[in-house]
């Protein structure tokens, strides 16, 4: 399926293709999602297939407006309505208790449910249109790269998504922090762009973070996104220490592997069998480009993809979050 230019034509068409319970692929300001009619069971359980993703992990509903959360969500909290107030349209995405309407299709069989705005010009215009919720998961096969261009679901999905809108590259370029507000305490599962520290400024209360939850095997498909094994190559990728890339790429040169890098600080020797992407030293800017350039180089035919270590600090939560999970199968030798 080619990507088309999301002009009011064609989000008119994207509208009808979504009443009429097919897929539609969309922009968001994080990554590209594969949309479905959130109330329409078999739609989303085509959403499932299409993506080969366990139905028992949920679904992000994505929603129009603070208002449209009664649709969906009941029991909602006002630290709901405060980080929605904040935040929305954005990257931020709440779970609450579904209503007992919602198909569980949507929700892997759970009594809570993820709904966020998103901050898109085109997925804006297109849930305005629809005037309901859309399921948007990532429009990729499931544990595979996010797709940050509309380029990316094409090759990836192909002709089986009905639509695929092209509103351009994602200015953010990494998914959502999920927050969990169904208990006493919030929970961060999946961070994001929008930080912890930013959420406890908000609500004025300290909020627990995954890393601190014991059994997090109990919560593995409490969320979008937590699986150990997520935003992966086909290619290994492997993790490795900016004071031992050295070692590691003289032991790979002598192997005769070719080899992918992806670098921010560290300048090797050149090395034919190598091919390296510079990334930048800023946060924001490398989050934006992460994907596209994992999938550069998964297309090169490598025998392994390495990733510098990123700093750990705040502001990297986020991406080294998401290069932990797609480099967990594979050490660096």
């Known amino acids: 399926m080619k990507p088309i230019f999301a002009d009011n034509a064609a989000i008119e068409h994207a509208t009808k293709l979504l ?20 109330s329409n069971p078999e739609a989303i359980r085509q959403v499932f297939k299409v993506k080969n993703r366990p139905t028992n992990h949920p679904l992000i509903v994505h929603i129009s407006g603070v208002e449209q959360l009664k649709d969906w969500a009941q029991k909602i909290p006002e630290s709901a309505k405060i980080l929605a107030s904040a935040f929305w349209p954005g990257p931020l995405t709440l779970i609450l208790n579904k209503k007992s309407d919602v198909p569980l299709e949507v929700t892997g069989g759970q009594n809570t449910i993820a709904l966020r705005m998103p901050d898109h010009p085109v997925a804006l215009a297109l849930l305005n249109k629809f005037e309901g919720g859309i399921a948007a998961p990532s429009a990729n096969i499931y544990c595979r790269i996010s797709p940050t261009q509309a380029s990316h679901v094409e090759d990836e999905l192909g002709d089986s998504v009905d639509m695929i809108l092209d509103g351009g590259a994602c200015k953010i370029g990494v998914e ?4 969990d507000l169904t208990g006493p305490i919030p929970k961060l599962l999946r961070p994001g762009l929008i930080t912890k520290v930013e959420i406890e400024a908000v609500l004025g209360i300290e909020i627990i973070s995954i890393d601190t939850i014991i059994e ?58 190598m091919h390296m992407l510079c990334m930048p030293e800023q946060a924001e800017s490398y989050g934006q480009i992460l994907y ?13 993809i390495l990733i510098e270590q990123t700093p750990v600090t705040d502001e990297w939560i986020a991406i080294n979050d998401r290069i932990k999970k797609a480099t967990s199968r594979f050490k660096a030798a």
């Open 216 to 273: 997090k095997t109990a919560i593995t498909n409490r969320a979008p996104g937590m699986s150990p094994v997520h935003y992966a190559p086909v290619t290994p990728a492997a993790l490795c220490e900016h004071d031992k890339l050295t070692a590691v790429l003289n032991n790979l040169r002598i192997q005769n592997k070719r080899v992918g890098l992806l670098s921010y600080q560290f300048n090797p020797p050149e090395n034919r069998f």
């Open 19 to 38: 009443q009429q319970g097919r897929l539609v692929a969309f922009p968001t300001e994080t990554v590209y999602g594969l949309g479905a009619d959130a």
């Open 292 to 304: 596209s350039c994992l999938r550069e180089l998964d297309s090169k035919n490598l025998d392994i």
């Open 176 to 179: 959502s922090t999920i927050i």
